[in-house]
T-cell receptor, first 113, second 114 residues
Framework: GDSVTQTEGQVALSEEDFLTIHCNYS??????LFWYVQYPGEGPQFLFR?????EKGSSRGFEATYDKGTTSFHLRKASVQESDSAVYYC????????????FGTGTTVSVSP | DAGVTQTPRHEVAEKGQTIILKCEPV?????LFWYRQTKIQGLELLSY????????DGGAFKDRFKAEMLNSSFSTLKIQPTEPKDSAVYLC????????????FGSGTRLTVL
């Protein structure tokens, strides 16, 4: 079945560092891809999406580009802040197929001042 | 606007008990989801409803987990009987339904089974 793999379980950074979280997917169709962010004590929040090859999604300084060739949707941010400390989830969706979102296992990002 | 409301925020149960978690989706949303969250597995789908019809359920959770849409604005998740391995955060989410991708999550119920 369809699946999402996030390589990093935990990432520790200092403020102004560059962030990369790797996300690869496996899907039989042509899914939409998403990033969600979860802060302590809250549910995950939608960050952004992309639905076509080479489309870039972005929000709050984060960005990711849909790459069908490498089946990837890596999250990047040029300069992180302490407030970016959170858990980040990559997900894929197949709305046309009536399927719920499939999430990766999440990456915990800790940014120290 | 009210977001997704989940009650209770915390639940402690003895092994073998029956527990019921509650969820009120965003008003007007057609899609409702239940996910289980653990550090190891991340977010796992339990059930997905569209306009109160069950669209999908997580195969691994069928035997002791039952989600229901009692009406368009209220859903429950029953776990019967509970086991210690059920200890996790249970998240409810809703979506407008025009495009299923933007999910609005509640803050979750943290279940501890002793």
């Amino acid at each position: 079945g369809d699946s999402v793999t996030q390589t990093e379980g935990q990432v520790a950074l200092s403020e102004e560092d560059f962030l990369t979280i790797h996300c690869n997917y496996s899907a039989s169709g042509y899914p939409a891809l998403f990033w969600y962010v979860q802060y302590p004590g809250e549910g995950p929040q939608f960050l952004f999406r992309a639905s076509r090859d080479k489309e870039k999604g972005s929000s709050r300084g984060f960005e990711a580009t849909y790459d069908k060739g490498t089946t990837s949707f890596h999250l990047r941010k040029a300069s992180v802040q302490e407030s970016d400390s959170a858990v980040y989830y990559c997900a894929l969706g197949d709305y046309q197929g009536g399927r719920a979102l499939i999430f990766g296992t999440g990456t915990t990002v800790s940014v120290s001042p | 606007d009210a977001g997704v409301t989940q009650t209770p925020r915390h639940e402690v149960a003895e092994k073998g008990q029956t527990i019921i978690l509650k969820c009120e989706p965003v008003s007007g949303h057609n899609d409702l989801f239940w996910y289980r969250q653990t550090k190891i597995q991340g977010l796992e789908l339990l059930s997905y409803f569209r306009s109160k019809s069950l669209m999908e359920d997580g195969g691994a959770f069928k035997d002791r987990f039952k989600a229901e849409m009692l009406n368009s604005s209220f859903s429950t998740l029953k776990i019967q009987p509970t086991e210690p391995k059920d200890s996790a955060v249970y998240l409810c989410a809703s979506s407008p339904g025009q495009s299923a991708e933007t999910l609005y999550f509640g803050s979750g119920t943290r279940l501890t089974v002793l």
